[in-house]
């Protein structure tokens, strides 16, 4: 079993939905939980990072960690064609040595 | 402020020959990781720098190695090429080691191996 697992998709939308982006993970370690947004031929960008369980909200982004399920997701309120790209989530232990384990992907349309 | 950059963007080799490959980091970032990505395993890490130290490393076969330079900047070098090795390679850069809500990623060099 991979450390973290993420729903494979590809995932296709229509303008206007909430879009929920989800990823499982099985080190109990894990203390530090991102979100990042790759688009075609770019390296990845931070979107959300967070280290408690719960949620938080970033514009039309929320992110929620419920740590007792090892459970992440990623929800897009008012998805817009631009959000279009390859979204990951990623989480890492504590410790000056850390190191990020990412899911392997999901690919997002929004359609206009 | 300009971004982290990684040279060349793109590059074809054949199998068994080296390759090294160059990453700026943002000004003022000392730490720079790597990573491989590929369709079928993902994004991958294989090893982080800081201070022209390795400070961690991924599982990866010892044909991979890196290095950091006092300026900070960093190559990583894969010897041996395989066909498998053919993947997008990142590097991201932070001001500290493991400081990933402040870590940025440069565009990727894209290496094809024939």
């Known amino acids: 079993q991979k450390e973290v697992e993420q729903d494979p998709g590809p995932l296709s939308v229509p303008e206007g939905a909430i879009v929920s982006l989800n990823c499982t993970y099985s080190?109990?370690?894990?203390?530090?939980f991102m979100w990042y947004r790759q688009y075609s031929r770019k390296g990845p960008e931070l979107l959300m990072y967070t280290y408690s369980s719960g949620n938080k909200e970033d514009g039309r982004f929320t992110a929620q960690v419920d740590k007792s399920s090892k459970y992440i997701s990623l929800f897009i309120r008012d998805s817009q064609p631009s959000d279009s790209a390859t979204y990951l989530c990623a989480m890492s232990v504590t410790g000056a040595n850390s190191k990020l384990t990412f899911g392997k992907g999901i690919t997002l349309s929004v359609r206009p | 402020k300009a971004g982290v950059t990684q040279t060349p963007r793109y590059l074809i080799k054949t199998r068994g020959q080296q390759v090294t490959l160059s990453c700026s980091p943002i000004s003022g970032h000392r730490s720079v990781s790597w990573y491989q990505q590929t369709p079928g395993q993902g994004l991958q890490f294989l090893f982080e720098y800081f201070s022209e130290t390795q400070r961690n490393k991924g599982n990866f076969p010892g044909r991979f190695s890196g290095r950091q330079f006092s300026n900070s900047r960093s190559e990583m070098n894969v010897s041996t090429l395989e066909l498998g090795d053919s993947a997008l390679y990142l590097c991201?850069?932070?001001?500290?080691?493991?400081?990933?809500?402040?870590?940025?990623f440069g565009p990727g060099t894209r290496l094809t191996v024939l």
């Open positions: 991201a850069s932070s001001s500290a080691p493991s400081s990933y809500n402040e870590q940025f």
């Open positions: 080190n109990s370690a894990f203390q530090y």
